[in-house]
Structures are given as C-alpha cells and as structure tokens.
C-alpha cells in the first residue's frame, strides 16, 4: 500500500484517540510537500473541518496558493461530497482512498446518505433549497465581470 495512505489511516487512528472523528488526510503537492490534516468537527466545533478539507487548508496556507494543481489527495475514508467538492476546487489532480462510504455509514456517519440525496431530485431533500428571484441578482456577477483586474480562479 502507498505509505501516504499508511499515514492517513494512522492519522485517522491517532485522531480517534485525541477526541476527534476517524479521519485522516494527506496532500502531497506537485513539488512533493506533505501537509497533513485531521477531522476537526466536535474540537473546533466546525461541521466542515474534515479531514480532507484541513489537510487542504494546510497546504494551500503552507504553499501561500488557492490551487493545488498536480498534487495528490490521500485519505482514510471515500471523500464525502463536500470534500470532492473541495478537491475539485483545489484542482487536485488526483483522490486516493482506503475505506468507503459505507464502511463510514456502519460507523454512523452519512456519508452514503448525503451522495444518495445528490442522486434524487432536490425537492425530495430533508433541506429545504428554494430559488427567490430580486431584481438585483445578478449585480454580483455583473460587478466580477465589470472588475478588469479581478483574480481568476
Ligand atoms: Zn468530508
């Protein structure tokens, strides 16, 4: 087994032990750096502090970049659907995982629930998500577009 995911599971075990969730994460940037990053939820009292997403934080604070193109994203579990979406948005190249979404749900997390809400019409979800049509809505994008020096990403 690749020794970065090694170090995610450990990640994982140790986080356990230290009063966090059962998540480990590490990216490996394009020039090689390791950054490593742990479920942070019940101590920061921040639902989106996965392991994944701290790991990313990390390295992007350490490189002093928004994209982490060419690096490699290793974790102990399948990433939930907020934590692909965070490695789309850091544009990393490549997800390597060991256990799954629904090695996760037998622990009692909804990782599994979550992508088979993605999979079902919106109007079906336990969250209500409604669209509302001010005459301003498009004055955001209209003030990004009008801005020439404005930093793409
Ligand atoms: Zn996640």
Redesign the pocket.
């Given at each position: 087994m690749d020794s970065h995911l090694q170090t995610a599971i450990e990640l994982a075990v140790r986080n356990v032990a230290e009063g966090g969730g059962p998540?480990g994460a590490i990216v490996v940037t394009a020039n090689g750096a390791v950054y490593e990053g742990v479920n942070r939820v019940t101590r920061d009292n921040d639902p989106t502090a996965?392991?994944?997403?701290t790991a990313i934080r990390d390295a992007c604070r350490g490189e002093g970049t928004f994209s982490l193109h060419g690096a490699t994203l290793y974790t102990s579990c399948e990433?939930?659907?907020?934590?692909l979406s965070?490695a789309l948005w850091a544009r990393i190249e490549r997800v390597v995982y060991a256990a799954d979404r629904h090695d996760a749900a037998r622990a009692g997390f909804d990782?599994a629930e979550f992508y088979e809400a993605f999979a079902t019409p919106r109007e079906e979800w336990k969250m209500a998500v409604t669209r509302e049509t001010p005459a301003d809505l498009g004055a955001p994008f209209d003030a990004w577009n009008a801005k020439s020096d404005r930093t793409e990403y």
């Open positions: 998540f996965h392991g994944e997403v990433p939930c659907p907020l934590c965070a990782d």
